[in-house]
């Protein structure tokens, strides 16, 4: 267990702390979580900005712990696929209860889960053939637009929304935007991989 995967582990285990600070009821157990009033019309629950904050760690540990993994060869099958599972552990369960607790809408989880299932499966049949498919560019935009589209949502779009301006949901539109784009240039791109020379 080297240093990278630990950092995954501890990922999962920061994914775990934040489902259980989202979905835990408190108020059934009489326990009443502290809001911030930033005026009239805007009450913040303080498990949302905990969750948000937690949500960045967490994603700063899949940064730190590839950079150290590349950069000390410390690269294991074991890390690979830890840190795929971590990833869509932590993204996936926060877009969905967002979604059930009627933050964002139902099909930005649909589109995002859908792509990555059939992006991951592409990558499987091309690693089940030697083949290792590298990222592409629209696929990192679509990560880096919807990390920032659900951290802006979990701190209730501030200081956006003191204007307005729902700079939360224009990030989650253009990922799932990208998802969408990314996800077929992915077949696109390995479709003679997936059918055979002969293509579909």
Same mark, same amino acid.
């Given at each position: 267990?080297?240093? %990278?995967?630990?950092?995954?582990?501890? &990922?999962?285990?920061?994914?775990?702390?934040?489902?259980?600070?989202?979905?835990?009821?408190? =108020?059934?157990?009489?326990?009443?979580? %502290? $809001?911030?009033?930033?005026?009239?019309?805007?009450?913040? +629950?303080? &498990?949302?900005? /905990?969750?948000?904050?937690?949500?960045?760690? @967490?994603?700063?540990?899949?940064?730190?712990?590839?950079?150290?993994?590349? $950069?000390?060869?410390?690269?294991?099958?074991f890390g690979k696929m830890m840190d795929a599972?971590?990833?869509?552990?932590?993204?996936?369960?926060?877009?969905?209860?967002?979604?059930a607790q009627g933050f964002i809408h139902?099909?930005? %989880?649909?589109?995002?889960?859908? &792509?990555?299932?059939?992006? +991951?499966?592409?990558?499987?049949?091309?690693?089940? $053939?030697?083949?290792?498919?590298?990222?592409?560019?629209?696929? $990192?935009?679509?990560?880096?637009?919807?990390?920032?589209? /659900?951290?802006?949502?979990?701190?209730? +779009?501030? %200081?956006?929304?003191?204007?307005?301006?729902?700079?939360? +949901?224009?990030?989650?539109?253009? @990922?799932?935007?990208? =998802?969408?784009?990314?996800?077929?240039?992915?077949?696109?791109?390995?479709?003679?991989?997936?059918?055979?020379?002969?293509?579909?």
């Open positions: 267990m080297n240093l %990278p995967n630990k950092l995954t582990m501890l &990922r999962i285990i920061m994914t775990i702390i934040i489902i259980v600070i989202l979905l835990f009821p408190f =108020s059934a157990m009489g326990i009443e979580m %502290p $809001k911030i009033f930033v005026n009239e019309s805007i009450v913040i +629950d303080i &498990r949302y900005i /905990i969750a948000g904050i937690l949500f960045i760690a @967490a994603s700063l540990t899949d940064f730190i712990d590839g950079i150290i993994a590349r $950069k000390y060869n410390l690269i294991t099958d599972i971590a990833d869509k552990i932590l993204v996936n369960s926060v877009l969905i209860i967002l979604s139902p099909i930005i %989880p649909v589109i995002i889960i859908l &792509r990555d299932t059939i992006v +991951d499966s592409i990558k499987m049949v091309a690693g089940s $053939k030697g083949k290792v498919i590298a990222a592409i560019k629209s696929g $990192k935009f679509k990560t880096a637009s919807l990390m920032i589209g /659900i951290v802006l949502t979990l701190f209730y +779009d501030m %200081p956006f929304e003191l204007w307005n301006i729902h700079v939360s +949901d224009f990030m989650l539109i253009i @990922a799932c935007a990208l =998802s969408i784009i990314s996800g077929v240039q992915y077949f696109t791109m390995n479709k003679k991989l997936i059918f055979g020379d002969g293509g579909i």
